[in-house]
Each structure stands twice: as structure tokens, then as C-alpha cells.
């Protein structure tokens, strides 16, 4: 029996991924050899790569539109140090939204470069809400945002106009939401939520921002390396991009963005409903920036607890236990989970209203 | 039928390292899960990543000597970056020793963190040797070398003694012969030789060196911080750590070190003794610096290479051309090359032998 996969990332990928991807390891294209064995300047893997490059524009709707799709190593924590060193300028300035964790991780690494501009926080109330009025400096070097928050539970419905680049952390909605993301300048996402298993993050960057800081940039951090290198400046993480290329085609193929958000939005509507009618839950998020991909949600006594998780647990759920700063569960619906897991959870918490009045 | 597989990275691994990894992407340890979809901080992955760092220090004879090993990001160019990072005292001075591409590569990284000398150089002879005297500086902040050539097929049979700290790049010869590695100070490795396929790099450090800059050092690129998160500091490469403890559990059954030596030598003194004795072939590397893991040669007369070529592809001989700065061919022997794949490419440069006498 297939688990109903809740994790927060890592996290459930489509079972053809794993099909595919395990075939590929005993022997990839009828090659004899195992994608893991295989050179990555061989055409085999040349062809992934720019295969992946290509998906991510045209699944993006930014073909043709002056960016370049990169997969890198090290992950969106290795990002927020990558983003000031090409984006901000010697005595330079940054604007930062604080909408959580990793927004505040961003924030920290900025400091180092340059003035870095914290525009508005929600952290005094543990990033329950997103800050929506704030201001951006008109002469800061970029704006930078985090589009999903997976601790919180939270999710940015718009993002602001500005006169100058906006870079977004994408890591845990990328792929789920229709958006014009030309409105974009940088974009970044480590794979393993949407669009694959751990070990390479996404940077999607418009050529046109870069080059202007007069900063020295370590060849291994320098996003224009990177874009002359056609992604291969070294050893690219092979297997985790072929598996990202995988659940890329995978998503074309079921009906691309605008598929995926009607269905994420069929599973959110659902459990939330469920959050909102059951009395014994309680959201944690503000309802109107509830994020469609991490439903955060605590029970109203705890004396529940051992109770509801023995219910879920018997249902097949797995990773739904939340993050040590909320608390409660976490409920983690990504582009793979299917509906079917949703109403699964649903009556399990069903099953402890009843087991209990 | 299985390819002998002569790639230089990423390059052949156990066949039970692709039968294993395969299954555990359809089910991993039995949860019903695949590894690619679990948390990193779930109870079986984070035993994965401990079993791998113990095993590393095991494996290289450094328990209990004050080392820790880490599984990071990025490949080994980011180590070029990290070393000075950690390493070099804000005004300090580094030493490198220069026998390559990659440790060239490694000094233009340096150079940007302060006064980077390169104690000796063999770029005028094409690296086809390593350069044996040589003084280090002994204010320098630490000695830099590379341990092995790909690219030439050069490799360092012995070490400097010094009263600095010594860092040494083993990306393609780590695990393939015995070493006292309680010598060196900071050995990094991309996984994808000897230990795993592309997607994680291994850091062995001891701790004692580290702290003492005066520099600050953003998070990602800290030594010290992966230690403190136990090589968790953000979403690891999972599936290539995975793959890498397989190896590495491989390595240990199949007798260690000593065992891989053994083997290693062999196939090295069998192709060889061919070349050497081949009259249609030539060694490009110094013969006193040849490497155990890339054997790098070429046709003494290029008419032969559409024949030679010919021939190793019918024997089912893969990734033997040579790399662009050397040209010919290159034959790298990897602990999991068999000694049948050596004997088969002898079998091959006999065939060509007798096809034109």
C-alpha cells in the first residue's frame, strides 16, 4: 500500500518518477550503463539537461523572454548568499520581506553584503499573517520575497509593482500556481517540493540584471558563469536534475500550471473546509493568505493528540506531524498528491469527532 | 551485457550500488515509501547520514582523531571557495601546489582571499609530471594540492611534511589507496569517483583548524557550521548520500582500503605493462608519477584511431576518449572497474597490434 505522503519536502513525487528514475539507475536510455556511471558532457545527459532548461521556460511561459533556467547545487540556502553577491552592488542596498524562516535565513546572509532593508515582518506574531502594506526603497538594488511559507503555513496571493528587480524564493510553490512570472527578475526553488527530489535548486534569471554590481564573484557563485557554462560550470548533480526532468514532464503532460492549480486548489478548499467546520481544529494561518500547498492546522486540546495520530496513522497518512514552531500538523498538498489522500485525511479527522462526541 | 566502463567521472560503481539505490527509490527500508520522497529528518535518513560520516572516518582510519566528515553541496569547486573561506586569515597568505586543471582552478579561487603563492607549477610541460622541489612557504595559512590528475594521469606518491595545515583535493583518488590520512588537515572529494554518483562532496576536517580567520563566512560556505547541524544545515543531497553509503558499505565488505589497493595496483601494472610494451602506444604522464586511477595515452600514429576505436567499442568499451587537453585516450580504473574490463582493453591495444602487422 502506497502511503498518502503529507512530508514537507523532500516530498511525494509522481509514482512514474520513481518508476522511471529507478529504471534509469539499472540502465538509462538502453545504454548498458546506469544514468549514475555515465559521463555528464555524454549527449545522453547533455540532452537532459538542456531538456530540463527548456521545460522550465516554456512551463514558466518566459520562452523567449530574455531568461535562463539554471540548476545548481547547494540548495535556497546557498541562494540567499548567491543573490546579493550578483544582485547587490558595492555599498548597495537590499529590501527584504520577513514572512518567515527562510525569508529571515535570506535576510541574515544579505547583511554581510551591504544595507539590507527589512521593509516589514510578521515575526512578532510568529508569522501567522503576510505583511501587506509596506514600502520598498525606490533606490534599493532589488526587492527580494518569499512566495510560500512552509512552516507557517502562509502564501503570497500578490506581489508588489516595483521599478526595480524582484527575486523571489519559490521553493515551495513553484510549479503550483498560475502567475505572470515575468513580473519576475530572479527565481529560485530547491527541487525537492514540485519539481523533484533533493540536490539541485532552480534559478530562473532574467540575463539582463546581471553584471552591474562592480563586486568580485567566486566563479562557483557567479550566476553568469553559470548561464556561459549552459549549467555545467562542474559535475552537475546528475540523477537529482534527470529525476526533476522526469516530474517536469510529467507535469506538462498533465495539463502543465493551470491543471495543477485547479486541482491544488480543489485539495486546499477541501481540507480547509474541514479545518473550518471541525471543532476540534483550528487553523493557524490567517485565512486570507492560507497557503494552497502547507496547511497548517493544531488541535483545540491537545488531549486529543494520541488519539487523532493513532486515526491518520491507520489511514496510511505519513508527515503530517507539524514543524516545532507551530506545532500541530502540517498538512504538505504538492503537485503529486493526489485529491484521493485529501479526503483520506479529511475523514480521519472525521473519525475523531465522531470517536469522541 | 554490461559496458566496461572506462569513464572519468561521473563514473562506474558497484552493480550492487544500482540494484540497491534502484529498489530503495521504489521502497525504501519498507516504509512504502521511496527515499527521494522522505524527510531528511526522518528517523531512516537521518541514520543514512550518520552511518555515512562514521563510515568515511572508519574507512580512512580517522576515529577519534579530532575529524569530522561531512557530505556538502556543490562539488569540489566549491571547496576551491570554502578552503579560503575557513582557511585564510583576513591578510594571510595560502600555498597551493600547482599539478593541474582542477588545482589551477583551485588558486584562481584563492587568489580573491589574499596572497595565494604557487609553490611550483608543471603548466609549461603540459602537466605531465608533478613537481617534487618545491619549498612552502612556512607562514602561509596552509598547503593546497591536488592528489590526483584526471585529466594528465598524474597522481603524488608522497606528501610534504610541513608545520601547516595541509589540504588536499582527493576528489579521484580518495578511498583507492592507503594513505596515512591523519597527515592531511582538510581533504575534500567530489563523490563522483570512488565514493558515489555526482550531488554530494566530502569534506574531512579536523576540527582544531577551523576558527581562526578573523573572517566572516556566510553560513553555507562554514565549515563549522555544518558540523554544529551534523551535516544538516539545509535539505541535503539525499539520494546521492544514499548512494555513497552504499558505496562506501560496499568498499568496507569488500576489505577496505588495503583491498582497493591491492586491486588498483594490479589493474594499473596490467595496462601498463601494455602500453609500455605496445609499440603502436604511448604513456603522456612521467612514468614515476603515473597515475594508479587514469592512465592517459595515445596513438603513436593517428591513422590507427579510426581501427583502435573500431575495436574497443565492439569489445563493449565505453568513456575511453581522452579529454581535450591531452587527446588519445584515457582509461580510468576506478575501485569498481573490474580487473576483466583491464584485460579486456589490453585484449583490445593487442587486437589493433595484430590487425596491422
Known amino acids: 500500500m502506497k502511503k498518502h505522503n503529507?512530508?514537507?519536502?523532500?516530498?511525494?513525487?509522481?509514482?512514474?518518477?520513481f518508476e522511471k528514475s529507478a529504471q534509469a539507475i539499472l540502465n538509462f536510455n538502453n545504454l548498458d550503463l546506469s544514468i549514475l556511471e555515465i559521463s555528464h558532457r555524454s549527449k545522453d545527459f547533455v540532452t537532459v539537461m538542456e531538456e530540463a532548461r527548456a521545460l522550465v521556460l516554456e512551463l514558466l511561459g518566459l520562452e523567449g523572454k530574455g531568461y535562463q533556467a539554471l540548476f545548481l547545487h547547494g540548495g535556497a540556502s546557498l541562494e540567499f548568499l548567491m543573490v546579493p553577491y550578483?544582485?547587490?552592488?558595492?555599498?548597495?542596498?537590499?529590501?527584504?520581506?520577513?514572512?518567515?524562516?527562510?525569508?529571515?535565513?535570506?535576510?541574515?546572509?544579505?547583511?554581510?553584503?551591504?544595507?539590507?532593508?527589512?521593509?516589514?515582518?510578521?515575526?512578532?506574531?510568529?508569522?501567522t499573517h503576510i505583511p501587506k502594506d509596506f514600502t520598498v526603497p525606490s533606490d534599493a538594488d532589488y526587492f527580494h520575497c518569499t512566495s510560500n511559507n512552509t512552516i507557517f503555513g502562509t502564501q503570497m496571493k500578490s506581489f508588489p509593482q516595483l521599478h526595480i528587480p524582484i527575486v523571489c524564493d519559490m521553493s515551495s510553490d513553484i510549479f503550483s500556481r498560475s502567475l505572470d512570472f515575468s513580473k519576475f527578475d530572479l527565481i529560485y526553488a530547491g527541487a525537492q517540493k514540485n519539481m523533484g527530489p533533493a540536490g539541485t535548486t532552480l534559478v530562473v534569471v532574467k540575463e539582463e540584471i546581471l553584471g552591474k554590481t562592480g563586486r568580485h564573484i567566486p566563479s562557483m557563485l557567479d550566476y553568469q558563469q553559470h548561464i556561459i557554462k549552459e549549467?555545467?560550470?562542474?559535475?552537475?548533480?546528475?540523477?537529482?536534475?534527470?529525476?526533476?526532468?522526469?516530474?517536469?514532464?510529467?507535469?506538462?503532460k498533465s495539463?502543465?500550471?493551470?491543471?495543477?492549480?485547479?486541482?491544488?486548489?480543489?485539495?486546499?478548499?477541501?481540507?480547509?473546509?474541514?479545518?473550518?467546520?471541525?471543532p476540534l481544529f483550528t487553523?493557524?494561518?490567517?485565512?486570507?493568505?492560507?497557503?494552497?500547498?502547507?496547511?497548517?492546522?493544531?488541535?483545540?486540546?491537545?488531549k486529543h493528540t494520541e488519539t487523532f495520530d493513532k486515526i491518520w496513522k491507520a489511514a496510511g497518512i505519513s508527515g503530517l506531524t507539524g514543524h516545532r514552531s507551530v506545532g500541530g500538523y502540517r498538512a504538505s498538498m504538492y503537485n503529486a498528491l493526489p485529491l484521493e489522500s485529501v479526503q483520506v485525511l479529511v475523514e480521519a479527522m472525521k473519525e475523531l469527532e465522531s470517536s469522541i462526541s
Not at 550578483?86 to 525569508?103: E, H, I, P, V
Not at 549549467?231 to 526532468?245: D, E, K, Q, R
Not at 495543477?260 to 471541525?278: G, P, Q, S, T, V
Open 255 to 278: 495539463g502543465g500550471i493551470p491543471a495543477m492549480e485547479k486541482i491544488n486548489e480543489a485539495k486546499a478548499a477541501l481540507l480547509y473546509a474541514e479545518i473550518d467546520r471541525n
Open 231 to 252: 549549467s555545467m560550470y562542474n559535475t552537475p548533480p546528475v540523477f537529482p536534475i534527470y529525476a526533476s526532468l522526469l516530474t517536469l514532464q510529467w507535469l506538462k
Open 86 to 127: 550578483n544582485l547587490m552592488k558595492d555599498n548597495g542596498k537590499a529590501a527584504y520581506l520577513d514572512t518567515g524562516t527562510w525569508a529571515s535565513g535570506a535576510i541574515k546572509e544579505a547583511k554581510y553584503f551591504g544595507e539590507t532593508v527589512t521593509v516589514a515582518s510578521s515575526k512578532a506574531e510568529n508569522y
Open 283 to 302: 487553523g493557524t494561518a490567517a485565512k486570507e493568505d492560507r497557503s494552497v500547498m502547507n496547511a497548517t492546522f493544531v488541535l483545540n486540546d491537545e
Open 6 to 17: 503529507y512530508s514537507a519536502g523532500p516530498c511525494i513525487l509522481p509514482q512514474e518518477v
